[in-house]
């Protein structure tokens, strides 16, 4: 339970001040129950309502399958106390910890000689859980003790920082990290937290066997490698006596200074001629800035626009962009002093770009050679051009909607205003309009794929024969897996009565228009290569499975299954899961990820009839295109794959009712289907043919006689 006190009231004298009490539902201790709410630091406050409360989860605890984080939210009602509410817990996986002291003894990490094992203040969010509220995200740091050796006599400190991209929005882990003290002595008791520039600071106590308790700290700045307290460690107060007892300091305390928002104020208790508490004081000072930057795109066309993106560490205050040759124009409000400037290139050729970036300790400087290229796109001409009605009428590709009648000389118009996202491996659809002439009106349409500024045969999309407005024609085509990211051109081009034209010759009658492509990649491509018992015909080749008359797909596909992605930490969470995915006969089946997976995951397939199974290890996603082929049993988890008489790999098939286990009550689904000759797409049909008969419990006796179940992490 945790209890709400009404501050209001609180804060002027009443009295009566009332307060409620809330269950923290599914919260699971190991006998000791220490949650805390988060403590608002700075000068924004917190968005009303949605108040956090936090806990670790222990798996050295009961009842606890993996480590992580608990946070529930409550929202308080003083005038109608039964409409207030707490939330569910939102769980959050971490990085494994052992937080489990001793059997949750209080006497647990050795003093010098004399000195009775001290408390380590186990399975306890430290005082205090810290939130601050930034412009574009608000953030809270904690932290807890963690066992180092697994000897329960060495510990350090586990620290979280939670960010929450919007107001009750789902918090996730931003950065964790383990802090170990140097010269092997113990850091527990730790109190944390951040300044207005996002720097932390954490204070905490040490000892071991020739170390007496002491106070030290460290801190990190928001622009040091995440998970990483960078500062050295220094000194608070240094103890020359042991703590005469086992129970030790609740609870050392650090708070922001709310003056300048950046003096840490911590205070924590020692031993020098007695139990004495010190105060430490300290500032984490930001660094001149490193100057660093980044555009897109960086291959452009003359006139293209380029967004440039400062990067620059340790907070600047003040950009400086300059260009050589200095043939360019600022767009979209910006100037040379932008941060995040938008320039326009009006010459071909490579540029020189500088940055100088400064703030109040310092300036630096980055310099890119020929870091911006401009490629000149060859501009068709025409002898006649629009005059006789032969022009584009609409053109329309995603985002872009552009209807428009007939241009004049030089019958060419770049709309660099307008442009569509296309991501790789999609599919896509372009609709075309001609002009007011009556017949032979060809479009043709390339997208410049690989960026090299020039319109290649194979980069060319299609053309249409169309008659005059408003007679339509569509282009169906597949963005190319490997095409370049970033931002391209495609060239759409008109020419009377001819199918089979060029992108940049010499034409009598038309029109060209010149459009942005956005090249994104925002899905991954999983390539598998899997194989099952069932409908395995040998040489590398799956039968069809039938509906009892025909194959129930169409083309190659042999049959679907699904995908699961499980985190790599804890199996039984399933981050990602693509059902009906079409398995070829081949054995290749090809899935498409979120590109916001970007971790290492273990890959499970399933299959109506067959068992679920799982790749050894767990599968980086950090590329975009992906392979991975079920072809040894060193490939799946357990080993578990059955070698065929060609020597190929296959996943068992006879898990009729999908529970994990070949055995007898698959046998029996599958005879009573026999008895009754039951025919179509069903799961006891294992070889697919489409009747149920003796051939498909064959497969499943032989299983079930060697025990075939599921195997996973």
Same mark, same amino acid.
């Given at each position: 339970?945790?209890?709400?006190?009404?501050?209001?009231?609180?804060?002027?004298?009443?009295?009566?001040?009332?307060?409620?009490?809330?269950?923290?539902?599914?919260?699971?201790?190991?006998?000791?129950?220490?949650?805390?709410?988060?403590?608002?630091?700075?000068?924004?406050?917190?968005?009303?309502?949605?108040?956090?409360?936090?806990?670790?989860?222990?798996?050295?605890?009961?009842?606890?399958?993996?480590?992580?984080?608990?946070?529930?939210?409550?929202?308080?009602?003083?005038?109608?106390?039964?409409?207030?509410?707490?939330?569910?817990?939102?769980?959050?996986?971490?990085?494994?910890?052992?937080?489990?002291?001793?059997?949750?003894?209080?006497?647990?990490?050795?003093?010098?000689?004399?000195?009775?094992?001290?408390?380590?203040?186990?399975?306890?969010?430290?005082?205090?859980?810290?939130?601050?509220?930034?412009?574009?995200?608000?953030?809270?740091?904690?932290?807890?003790?963690?066992?180092?050796?697994?000897?329960?006599?060495?510990?350090?400190?586990?620290?979280?920082?939670?960010?929450?991209?919007?107001?009750?929005?789902?918090?996730?882990?931003?950065?964790?990290?383990?802090?170990?003290?140097?010269?092997?002595?113990?850091?527990?008791?730790?109190?944390?937290?951040?300044?207005?520039?996002?720097?932390?600071?954490?204070?905490?106590?040490?000892?071991?066997?020739?170390?007496?308790?002491?106070?030290?700290?460290?801190?990190?700045?928001?622009?040091?490698?995440?998970?990483?307290?960078?500062?050295?460690?220094?000194?608070?107060?240094?103890?020359?006596?042991?703590?005469?007892?086992?129970?030790?300091?609740?609870?050392?305390?650090?708070?922001?200074?709310?003056?300048?928002?950046?003096?840490?104020?911590?205070?924590?208790?020692?031993?020098?001629?007695?139990?004495?508490?010190?105060?430490?004081?300290?500032?984490?000072?930001?660094?001149?800035?490193?100057?660093?930057?980044?555009?897109?795109?960086?291959?452009?066309?003359?006139?293209?626009?380029?967004?440039?993106?400062?990067?620059? /560490?340790?907070?600047? !205050?003040?950009?400086?962009?300059?260009?050589?040759?200095? &043939?360019? =124009? %600022?767009?979209? #409000? *910006?100037? $040379?002093?932008?941060?995040?400037?938008?320039?326009?290139?009006?010459?071909?050729?490579?540029?020189?770009?500088?940055?100088?970036?400064?703030?109040?300790?310092?300036?630096? /400087?980055?310099?890119? !050679?020929?870091?911006?290229?401009?490629?000149?796109?060859? &501009?068709? =001409? %025409?002898?006649? #051009? *629009?005059? $006789?009605?032969?022009?584009?009428?609409?053109?329309?590709?995603?985002?872009?909607?552009?209807?428009?009648?007939?241009?004049?000389?030089?019958?060419?118009?770049?709309?660099? /205003?307008?442009?569509?996202?296309?991501?790789?491996?999609?599919?896509?659809?372009?609709?075309?309009?001609?002009?007011?002439?009556?017949?032979?009106?060809?479009?043709?349409?390339?997208?410049?794929?690989?960026?090299?500024?020039?319109?290649?045969?194979?980069?060319?999309?299609?053309?249409?024969?169309?008659?005059?407005?408003?007679?339509?024609?569509?282009?169906?085509?597949?963005?190319?897996?490997?095409?370049?990211?970033?931002?391209?051109?495609?060239?759409?081009?008109?020419?009377?009565?001819?199918?089979?034209?060029?992108?940049?010759?010499?034409?009598?009658?038309?029109?060209?228009?010149?459009?942005?492509?956005?090249?994104?990649?925002?899905?991954?491509?999983?390539?598998?290569?899997?194989?099952?018992?069932?409908?395995?015909?040998?040489?590398?080749?799956?039968?069809?499975?039938?509906?009892?008359?025909?194959?129930?797909?169409?083309?190659?596909?042999?049959?679907?299954?699904?995908?699961?992605?499980?985190?790599?930490?804890?199996?039984?969470?399933?981050?990602?899961?693509?059902?009906?995915?079409?398995?070829?006969?081949?054995?290749?089946?090809?899935?498409?990820?979120?590109?916001?997976?970007?971790?290492?995951?273990?890959?499970?397939?399933?299959?109506?009839?067959?068992?679920?199974?799982?790749?050894?290890?767990?599968?980086?996603?950090?590329?975009?295109?992906?392979?991975?082929?079920?072809?040894?049993?060193?490939?799946?988890?357990?080993?578990?794959?059955?070698?065929?008489?060609?020597?190929?790999?296959?996943?068992?098939?006879?898990?009729?009712?999908?529970?994990?286990?070949?055995?007898?009550?698959?046998?029996?689904?599958?005879?009573?289907?026999?008895?009754?000759?039951?025919?179509?797409?069903?799961?006891?049909?294992?070889?697919?043919?489409?009747?149920?008969?003796?051939?498909?419990?064959?497969?499943?006796?032989?299983?079930?006689?060697?025990?075939?179940?599921?195997?996973?992490?």
């Amino acid at each position: 339970m945790v209890f709400v006190l009404n501050r209001a009231k609180m804060l002027v004298g009443n009295p009566s001040p009332t307060m409620q009490g809330f269950p923290l539902t599914g919260i699971i201790t190991s006998g000791f129950y220490s949650p805390l709410a988060f403590n608002a630091n700075g000068t924004t406050p917190p968005f009303p309502g949605n108040v956090p409360v936090v806990y670790m989860q222990d798996d050295s605890w009961a009842a606890v399958a993996s480590d992580h984080i608990k946070l529930w939210t409550i929202n308080v009602n003083w005038t109608t106390p039964a409409s207030s509410t707490i939330s569910s817990p939102q769980i959050i996986p971490t990085q494994p910890f052992d937080g489990l002291f001793d059997g949750r003894s209080f006497t647990n990490l050795p003093q010098p000689a004399g000195g009775a094992d001290v408390d380590v203040l186990q399975t306890t969010i430290m005082y205090m859980a810290q939130y601050r509220r930034f412009p574009t995200y608000n953030t809270a740091i904690f932290n807890f003790v963690v066992d180092l050796n697994g000897a329960d006599n060495y510990s350090g400190i586990r620290w979280y920082e939670l960010r929450q991209p919007t107001d009750g929005a789902p918090w996730t882990i931003y950065q964790e990290g383990t802090y170990s003290a140097p010269g092997g002595r113990s850091a527990w008791c730790g109190n944390m937290c951040m300044d207005q520039n996002g720097s932390i600071g954490l204070a905490y106590t040490v000892v071991n066997t020739s170390t007496f308790p002491s106070l030290r700290f460290t801190g990190r700045r928001a622009s040091d490698p995440l998970g990483t307290m960078t500062l050295t460690e220094d000194v608070i107060a240094n103890g020359t006596q042991v703590d005469p007892h086992s129970r030790y300091g609740d609870y050392a305390q650090m708070t922001i200074d709310p003056v300048d928002d950046a003096t840490f104020w911590s205070i924590g208790e020692y031993f020098k001629g007695g139990r004495k508490n010190q105060v430490g004081v300290f500032q984490i000072v930001p660094l001149s800035p490193i100057a660093q930057f980044s555009a897109s795109p960086t291959i452009v066309t003359v006139n293209q626009t380029v967004t440039f993106t400062d990067l620059s /560490s340790n907070t600047p !205050t003040s950009w400086v962009w300059s260009f050589s040759p200095n &043939i360019i =124009a %600022y767009v979209g #409000g *910006t100037n $040379a002093n932008s941060q995040n400037p938008q320039v326009q290139f009006t010459t071909a050729g490579p540029y020189i770009v500088t940055l100088v970036a400064t703030n109040f300790f310092g300036t630096d /400087s980055e310099i890119k !050679t020929n870091y911006i290229n401009v490629i000149p796109y060859c &501009i068709p =001409a %025409y002898t006649t #051009g *629009t005059g $006789a009605g032969d022009y584009i009428s609409l053109v329309q590709l995603g985002s872009i909607n552009n209807a428009t009648g007939a241009s004049s000389s030089p019958y060419y118009t770049y709309y660099s /205003s307008l442009s569509a996202d296309l991501a790789r491996a999609s599919s896509n659809t372009i609709t075309l309009s001609a002009g007011s002439y009556f017949a032979y009106n060809n479009i043709s349409v390339w997208i410049d794929f690989n960026q090299n500024g020039v319109f290649e045969t194979s980069e060319k999309l299609g053309n249409v024969e169309l008659a005059a407005a408003p007679a339509t024609g569509i282009i169906t085509f597949t963005a190319p897996l490997a095409a370049a990211l970033g931002t391209t051109r495609m060239r759409v081009r008109e020419v009377y009565s001819d199918g089979n034209f060029d992108p940049c010759n010499l034409a009598y009658y038309g029109e060209t228009e010149d459009y942005d492509i956005n090249i994104i990649n925002t899905n991954k491509v999983l390539n598998l290569t899997v194989f099952l018992e069932g409908l395995y015909a040998g040489s590398g080749i799956m039968n069809k499975a039938s509906n009892g008359s025909d194959p129930q797909y169409s083309g190659s596909i042999a049959d679907q299954i699904s995908v699961e992605l499980h985190n790599s930490s804890s199996y039984p969470y399933i981050e990602f899961n693509a059902t009906n995915v079409n398995l070829n006969t081949n054995g290749s089946a090809v899935v498409v990820v979120p590109g916001s997976f970007t971790g290492s995951y273990y890959v499970t397939i399933r299959h109506r009839n067959s068992i679920e199974t799982t790749t050894a290890v767990p599968v980086s996603f950090l590329a975009p295109m992906l392979s991975y082929a079920f072809n040894n049993q060193a490939k799946a988890y357990g080993g578990n794959l059955l070698q065929t008489n060609d020597g190929r790999f296959v996943i068992y098939s006879g898990d009729v009712d999908q529970d994990g286990l070949i055995d007898s009550s698959d046998l029996i689904s599958a005879d009573n289907d026999v008895s009754t000759f039951t025919t179509g797409y069903i799961a006891t049909d294992i070889n697919g043919d489409g009747l149920v008969d003796s051939s498909d419990m064959i497969v499943i006796d032989n299983n079930s006689g060697t025990f075939v179940g599921t195997m996973h992490p």
